[in-house]
Structures are given as structure tokens and as C-alpha cells.
């Protein structure tokens, strides 16, 4: 989950990986501008993953201790030196297969490029827009990418 309110939408990833096939899929999203963490209870809940383990932007720990208190199951990520170059580098060996109903992240990762510096030249960090989505999934996989030894891989199909 990345939060976001007037800017920015929050943006909830709901995906499954296979490790083994080196396969993310993109299943569903919620994406929305505005909403109060109230509200995002409510649209989880509504969507029917409020019993799903959810990996929460760890800027927003009030945000994430206010979803635990409306009964979600909220985790916050684990921010570190080159988290976001680490997650992508990651990611970038899997591929991603994307459920036609999830028109937002399929937006983003059409849209997601490298910056620039101010002479045009491309740098190591990637722009700051159409990453809403993106984030979210990179804070849902952060825990295979550090090889977490509890973890299990998804075997189904979809």
C-alpha cells in the first residue's frame, strides 16, 4: 500500500509471485485520490482483502497503526540505503503478467522511466510519477527479495 491524499492516489497492489517461475502477477488494484485511511479500510474491506497481509509505506506509521486499529493486517516496509533501485533490480528479473481490470498499474508501468539530469542525461533513480502502483509492489515483494525464510511461494495458476 502507498498512501497518498491530495496529490497522490493511494494505491494498493493486490498480486501473487512464484519464485520458482520468476512470475509477479498483478490481480487487482485500489487506486484512489483522496481517501482517508478510514476510507481505505472501507474500499479494502469492500474489495474483500481485509484478511490479506498488506505491506504499508513505512513513512506513514500513524496511517498504519490507525489500519491495524480498524482490524487490517498492516505491515510497515523496510526503507534502507537504495531500497528502490534494490526492489526494481529485483522485480526487473521477474515477469510481470497484469489482469486486464488493473487499467492503473498497467498505466504506470507503461510510464515508468528513469529521470534525468538537467543536461538530459539518464540517471540511476527512477521519475517520480506514474510509482504509485509500482511502490506498492515493490514494498509487497521487498520480503523475497531480502530471502526471507518463511516465505512461500504461490504454485497456483490463476
Excluded at 478510514?38 to 481485509?50: D, F, M
Excluded at 515477469?95 to 486486464?100: D, F, K, N
Excluded at 504506470?108 to 510519477?129: L, V
Aim: with cysteine; hydrophobic share 35%.
Amino acid at each position: 500500500l502507498d498512501f497518498g491524499y491530495s496529490n497522490d492516489p493511494a494505491a494498493l497492489f493486490i498480486g501473487f509471485i512464484d519464485q520458482k517461475r520468476k512470475k509477479i502477477f498483478v490481480w487487482d488494484e485500489l487506486y484512489k485520490k483522496g481517501p482517508t485511511n478510514r476510507k481505505i479500510y472501507e474500499e479494502v474491506t469492500k474489495s474483500g482483502y481485509a484478511k490479506k497481509k498488506i505491506v504499508a509505506d513505512s513513512a506513514e506509521p500513524k496511517s498504519i497503526d490507525e489500519l491495524r486499529g480498524y482490524g487490517l493486517r498492516v505491515t510497515a516496509s523496510v526503507k534502507g540505503p537504495d531500497s528502490i533501485n534494490h526492489g526494481i533490480q529485483f522485480i526487473q528479473d521477474y515477469e510481470i503478467l497484469v489482469h486486464p481490470r488493473c487499467v492503473h498499474f498497467i498505466t504506470e508501468i507503461s510510464n515508468y522511466t528513469w529521470d534525468k539530469d538537467r543536461f538530459g542525461k539518464t540517471i540511476n533513480r527512477p521519475i517520480d510519477d506514474f510509482n504509485h502502483l509500482m511502490d506498492a509492489m515493490r514494498y509487497s515483494v521487498e520480503r523475497f527479495s531480502k530471502g526471507s525464510p518463511k516465505l512461500k511461494t504461490f504454485k497456483g495458476g490463476i
